[in-house]
């Protein structure tokens, strides 16, 4: 579920901060999302367990350069309560020891200005691949980078983005852009990783109309010959459709390479919205292996989030 903003006053510890807070515009904003879960492989009971689970600060404050500076911080929690604690025996006696939460890690974390020109943001930025990767992320082309440097503008109905992730961080470099009119779109993007000189690269399409959709796209990865690992081409398509509060997706996606990887998966979406930031939804996906047999499995979520 998306990383939804609900502008509220927030006060922060330090009487020195307080004129600077003043002035900005701070947002504090959270998802927590829980899920009946299961898959059909043997031993693997049902659970409850967690989605996204989020809280997190942003705030803009214009300067008197009329450009906007930004941050963001955000605390993954991403579990039940207590769960993923750490247990500490601290001395002889039972009341010596200790039971430690653990808080989770922190995500989004970022900072940039902003104005006319475009957005120049540092910290975790925007894959320029994602781009072309418009139908889904069951097979996801790209990981995150969380410590680089990026450049978004936008220039009448085309967007363009450019990264860079020196080599003490994920050693990256890519572009993408993307054009759109009315309901349709076409985007590309591609990047280089200095670990095994490896390539990615995406293009998309997609069409919107009258609360229909319909998303396709293509990505490659290409790796040098000594990485030991095959190269990877995946296909997706993704229809939806969506009313009122009611939602519904249903994608196919594949992910094959020369080699012993070759795989599928078909997802179906359904979503309720109950209103006030509460989302009702539920997932089903499929995955086969057709060169393991013993890989193919059922996923299945009937989740409750709550936005704030």
Do not use: C
């Not at 292996?289 to 009937?302: H, K, M, S, T």
């Amino acid at each position: 579920m998306k990383f939804t903003k609900t502008a509220v006053a927030v006060a922060i510890a330090g009487i020195a901060a307080a004129p600077m807070i003043a002035s900005a515009d701070t947002t504090l904003s959270g998802v927590v999302e829980i899920a009946l879960q299961g898959t059909d492989i043997d031993d693997d009971d049902l659970e409850i367990g967690t989605g996204d689970v989020l809280f997190g600060i942003t705030s803009e404050h214009e300067m008197d350069s009329g450009l906007t500076g930004y941050g963001s911080l955000r605390v993954d929690l991403d579990r039940l309560s207590n769960q993923g604690s750490v247990f500490v025996e601290n001395g002889p006696g039972e009341d010596d020891d200790l039971n430690i939460g653990s808080v989770g890690t922190a995500d989004a974390v970022y900072v940039g200005i902003k104005g006319g020109f475009g957005d120049f943001r540092m910290g975790e930025i925007p894959l320029a691949v994602e781009y072309g990767q418009v139908a889904n992320d069951i097979y996801d082309v790209g990981s995150e980078i969380s410590g680089g440097m990026s450049y978004t503008g936008t220039f009448g109905p085309v967007g363009l983005v450019a990264n860079f992730s020196p080599e003490g961080n994920q050693d990256a470099l890519g572009l993408g852009a993307k054009f759109g009119i009315g309901g349709f779109s076409i985007g590309l993007g591609g990047e280089q990783r200095g670990e095994d000189d490896l390539v990615n690269g995406a293009v998309g399409v997609s069409f919107a109309f009258a609360g229909a959709s319909i998303a396709a796209h293509f990505w490659s990865q290409e790796v040098a010959e000594t990485a030991g690992t095959g190269d990877l081409e995946s296909a997706s398509v993704k229809i939806g459709y969506g009313f009122g509060g009611v939602s519904a997706a249903l994608t196919v996606s594949t992910l094959e390479d020369d080699g012993a990887t070759d795989q599928n998966a078909v997802r179906l979406d359904l979503g309720y919205a109950l209103g006030g930031g509460t989302q009702l939804s539920s997932r089903i996906t499929q995955f086969n292996d057709d060169n393991d047999a013993d890989a193919e499995f059922l996923e299945y979520r009937v989740m409750l989030a709550k936005s704030f």
